[in-house]
């Protein structure tokens, strides 16, 4: 089979490469669509550094595919089964794990990282991700280019959740990148009164105006004033910066509303995540200012009800669509801020 393996910085391979078998607990899935992430982007420019990242290693893990084989000892799952799989594998015993967070467990394994990714024809689903739901039925009505989105649909999801966007919100999203824009669906879908969206590279903004998803678009230069004449300046309700900017996170907590809520989504690059700000704003105010990493397959499978009732259109966040032969076209395409969602398909 076709496989892509990451050997070092920079250093990715199509290879040929022996079809997998699998043990008596495992899945064997026939990947359909694997779509880009940005951490993909990041981990082929950093040779998969930190992680626990080990190589050479088959990455991708936005996967969407049909059950081919699975193990004499896996129940509940048959061959011809269209399915996507979850990311994080967690170990079930550490404190977040028994408090219902697996998405950070201490001792958490991940597709792409410990184990072989999606950029491949088929893929190895682990026995502890078979017996920890990470498989997951993909509804009739959702094409398998949409369910490949899932995972960092649910990933928003999260960040959502934890930021309790709620009815009525005044939503303010800092980045129109391809999680930006689901972050503004999902606020809608949730019952946002009116969402803005900000973004510096005018390409992105442009892209994301023709898809309309929505209320208010603006560059940052213009947000704080927008933002103000919308809730005539009290500030946002949320403010969720998908972005990997410190200048954004600043500017979050200056348009953020008393006893808002600002979630830092977007993680900063390596060696520039040091930022300054005046404490007394999240004090005197009452902000409540969190983080958010990865998701839980029960978001997952939400994500899935989402778009299978038609609250979600994963469809329009789909720019390119490129085969796994091309890989090098869909990576620079993934890079360049010119798309939105890439997929790669076997």
Known sequence: MKALKLYGPNDLRLEEVPKPSISDEEILVRVKACAICGSDV???AAGGSGHGFSLPRVIGHEISGVIEEVGSKVVDYAPGVKVILGVV????RCIYCMKGHPNICIHKEALSYQYDGGFAE???VPSALVKQGGVMLIPEGISFEEASITE???CALNGQELSDVSMGDVVVVIGAGPVGNMHVMLAKARGACSV????VNPERLKMSKDIGLADHYTEPSELKNLVMQVT?????????????????QVQALDIVAPRGRVNFFGGLPRGKSQIQIDSNTIHYREIFVHGTSDSTFLQMKK????MATKRIDAKKLITDIVPLDKYEEGFAKARSGSALKVLLVP
């Open 122 to 124: 088929f893929v190895v």
């Open 152 to 154: 960092p649909f649910s």
């Open 196 to 199: 803005i969206l900000s973004e």
């Open 303 to 306: 994500i899935l009800n989402l």
């Open 232 to 248: 005539g300046g009290i500030g946002a309700d949320v403010v969720i910066v998908a972005a990997p900017s410190g200048e954004a």
């Open 89 to 92: 594998i967690s170990c079930g």
């Open 42 to 44: 990041r981990n082929v």
